[in-house]
């Protein structure tokens, strides 16, 4: 064990598709452990659209980086070696690896997980997805018995968990996602009450439909036309949490804003952004409830896992396309 395979960021993306010309593999010598380190075999690592963000370089929730700097992510692995007290050989480890098949990294910036059914759980539903999807609905969106829930990238690891969470809440709920297979599966399995393919449907008008009262509390994952849409339907006092806009990531000249905005202020709604970052004392609680959700089959999820250290790039090329179907992983 002295070579590392990595893939380094080699190419700035703003305003355009990812390419895979945007990362370049390499091979590093491993070096010795300094006192506190250890080093970790990654097995399994996560992907969000926020990675794209790194090699952009610009402000935002995902840290700018630079060309030349090994692609940043969260992963699982196993530690091989180790100069760090209560950081044994062979325990599971998740924390911020990247794209490489060995990380040398501080003990202290490691969790130390259970080697359970739930491991690669903790990289979606008990990880940052998870929490995202927790604190963004019941701290923002304040969802109440009998409101109408509309999430958008409903599919996604973030949106899935929103509905179901909606659905413990008492909730109706309504998902956007692209394709049938998605939508079949929102309704069957996720449980929402019922879903509209972005791609065939006419949004606008199933939202009419599914939402006649309109719509209290909308959770976005996407922005664009879908958010323009769902504010035409809003109901008064709603609750518009803007999480994501997957959308908008690819475009050099961002869009003008929703043609529907002025409607907020006709329903005396709120649009307000969210980050997970601020809720850090509050994750026990949240995690202890979402494990309890997941044991009792009230919150199911799924995992889209790619395979192969030489799949990394196009693994997170399938977010910004719509291929993945739930959380998106890959094992090494």
Not at 54 to 80: F, H, K, N, P, T
Not at 128 to 136: D, I, K, R
């Given at each position: 064990?002295?070579?590392?395979?990595?893939?380094?960021?080699?190419?700035?993306?703003?305003?355009?598709?990812?390419?895979?010309?945007?990362?370049?593999?390499?091979?590093?010598?491993?070096?010795?452990?300094?006192?506190?380190?250890?080093?970790?075999?990654?097995?399994?690592?996560?992907?969000?659209?926020?990675?794209?963000?790194?090699?952009?370089?610009?402000?935002?929730?995902?840290?700018?980086?630079?060309?030349?700097?090994?692609?940043?992510?969260?992963?699982?692995?196993?530690?091989?070696?180790?100069?760090?007290?209560?950081?044994?050989v062979g325990a599971k480890v998740l924390g911020l690896l990247g794209w490489q098949e060995y990380a040398t990294v501080s003990a202290k910036s490691l969790e130390?997980?259970?080697?359970?059914?739930?491991?690669?759980?903790?990289?979606?539903?008990?990880?940052?997805?998870?929490?995202?999807?927790?604190?963004?609905?019941?701290?923002?969106g304040k969802p109440r018995p009998g409101d109408m829930v509309v999430v958008s990238g409903a599919a996604g690891a973030v949106g899935s968990v929103v509905g179901q969470i909606a659905k413990i809440s008492g909730c109706k709920t309504v998902g956007t996602a692209g394709g049938p297979e998605k939508c079949a599966w929102l309704k069957a399995e996720a449980g929402y009450d019922a879903a509209i393919d972005y791609k065939t449907d006419k949004v606008k008008a199933k939202l009419k439909e599914h939402c006649p009262d309109g719509i209290n509390v909308f959770f976005d994952n996407v922005g664009g036309p879908v958010l323009n849409d769902v504010l035409a339907r809003i109901a008064p006092r709603a609750r518009v949490v803007i999480c994501g806009g997957i959308s908008r990531y690819e475009q050099e000249t961002l869009p003008a804003g929703p043609a529907n905005y002025f409607n907020v202020v006709f329903r005396q709604a709120i649009i307000e952004g969210f980050l997970l970052s601020g809720y850090e004392r509050e994750h026990a609680v949240a995690l202890d409830r979402l494990m309890g959700w997941i044991e009792s089959g009230q919150l199911i999820y799924k995992e889209d896992i790619q395979e192969g250290f030489d799949n990394i790039p196009a693994t997170l090329k399938r977010l910004f396309t719509g291929a993945n179907f739930g959380k998106q992983l890959l094992r090494i």
């Open positions: 064990m002295t070579t590392n395979r990595q893939w380094l960021i080699n190419g700035n993306p703003r305003g355009r598709a990812l390419e895979m010309t945007d990362f370049k593999y390499h091979e590093s010598e491993l070096t010795p452990l300094a006192d506190g380190q250890v080093r970790v075999k990654v097995e399994h690592l996560s992907f969000e659209p926020s990675q794209k963000g790194q090699l952009e370089v610009i402000a935002g929730y995902s840290s700018g980086a630079s060309v030349g700097d090994v692609m940043s992510a969260r992963g699982i692995g196993e530690i091989v070696e180790s100069r760090a007290d209560g950081a044994e130390i997980v259970p080697d359970d059914k739930f491991l690669t759980a903790r990289l979606g539903p008990l990880g940052s997805q998870g929490l995202t999807a927790y604190f963004g609905l019941l701290h923002v």
